[in-house]
């Protein structure tokens, strides 16, 4: 699916949730804050991330500050994990073997741009400053699809975050991060399949 496609399901998305959740039906005005970071004219407590991958498209939204990241789930390469990941990170990758591997690698990937997407800083945000780990027991060397992991500054301090991971079908990975503050549920989180490239978003 072309980017301009992509997009344009991305918009029909949310023109969807805002007429199913919020009655929204008239034109929906989204501007952009002073990091580049999307957001409904109007509606201060209607937030929401998007996030595109080949004929994948994702929305997630909730009432405090969201992101929401889709990965494929290719080859693990040692290159970039090694530059871009925490040491720490990059050690539960690298002791792992085979498919379980690369699963791990594009799982951190996914559930470390969904943190930056969720703070709106984006890229500019250095992936090594922070950590994910399992919510469970810190430990980031625990792989927990459908759990809740947690995140900390490299120096150790703990991230006012949730982050959530599940497959998507058996070659994508999908994560949200979420305030620590949100309510309790799971924000609502939309991927949509484009079968084939053909734009066919949902109707409100």
């Not at 405090?64 to 090694?82: E, H, S, T, W, Y």
Request: glycine letters at 10%; one cysteine or more; aromatic letters at 8%.
């Amino acid at each position: 699916m072309s980017r301009e496609a992509q997009s344009r399901t991305g918009r029909s998305l949310l023109r969807w949730v805002l007429a199913a959740e919020h009655g929204v039906t008239g034109p929906v005005g989204v501007e952009r804050d002073a990091f580049g970071k999307p957001f409904v004219a109007g509606m201060p407590w209607f937030h929401f991330s998007l996030s595109h991958s080949g004929d994948l498209v994702a929305l997630a939204v909730d009432v405090l500050p969201v992101g929401v990241d889709i990965q494929r789930i290719g080859a693990a390469n040692p290159d970039v994990g090694k530059r871009y990941f925490h040491p720490e990170e990059w050690a539960s990758v690298a002791e792992r073997a085979g498919a379980d591997r690369t699963y791990r690698f594009h799982a951190l990937w996914a559930l470390k741009e969904s943190y930056t997407k969720h703070t709106g800083q984006g890229l500019r945000t250095r992936l090594d400053s922070f950590v994910v780990q399992d919510g469970k027991s810190g430990d980031s060397r625990e792989s927990g699809e459908g759990s809740d992991f947690t995140a900390r500054t490299a120096r150790g301090e703990p991230l006012p975050v949730r982050l959530l991971l599940r497959r998507q079908g058996a070659s994508h990975v999908l994560a949200v991060c979420t305030d620590a503050a949100a309510p309790r549920e799971d924000p609502l989180w939309v991927p949509h399949e484009v079968p084939g490239g053909a734009l066919t978003p949902p109707e409100p």
